[in-house]
C-alpha cells in the first residue's frame, strides 16, 4: 500500500482488524492532520507495552510515551495500538525496540518532530531506559515532562 494510500484511506479505521502477527507485518495508517501548520504536541502512552528477551524469550515489560509534533499527518491511534501489540512475541533488545518504532513512525509519518520514552521494568535487577528523539524540538513547542518515574525498587 503506497504513503497516500494509507492516508487517505486507512486500513484499521472502522473496521475490524486482527493483531499484526510482526512490528514488519504492521500497517501504520496516517490520516490528515486536522491543524495543518499549528505547532502542537501529540502524546501517546503504552503502560503496558510487552516484547521478548531476544537471549530467554521471556516477556520484557515497558510504558512507553510517545510524543509527537504533527506536520501534514497523524499517526491513527488504532493502527498504533495494533502495531505496538504486534511486539508480543517480537523478539528485541529494549534499546533496539524503543528505537526502532521512534525511527518507524517518524520516518512514515514525516512530524516535525518525534520523541519516544521507553521505561523499562528492571529484569536481572537491572532497569533499563531508553530514550530516542529526531533533532531538537520546534522553538515554540510546549514540551511537558514524559511524567514517568524512574524505577525506584522498594526504596
Known sequence: MSDDQKTTNPLHLGQTSSLPASPEEAVLD??????AGTTYLVRFSAPEFTSLCPVTSAPDFAHLVIDYAPAE????SKSLKLFLGSFRNHN????DVTVGI??????EMKPQWLRIGGYWYPRGGIPIDVFWQSGAPP???WLPDQGVQGYRGRG
Open 92 to 95: 528485541g533488545f529494549h534499546e
Open 30 to 35: 496516517y490520516v490528515p492532520n486536522p491543524r
Open 73 to 76: 499527518t497523524i499517526v491513527e
Open 139 to 141: 522553538a515554540d513547542l
Open 102 to 107: 521512534g525511527q518507524r513512525l517518524f520516518d
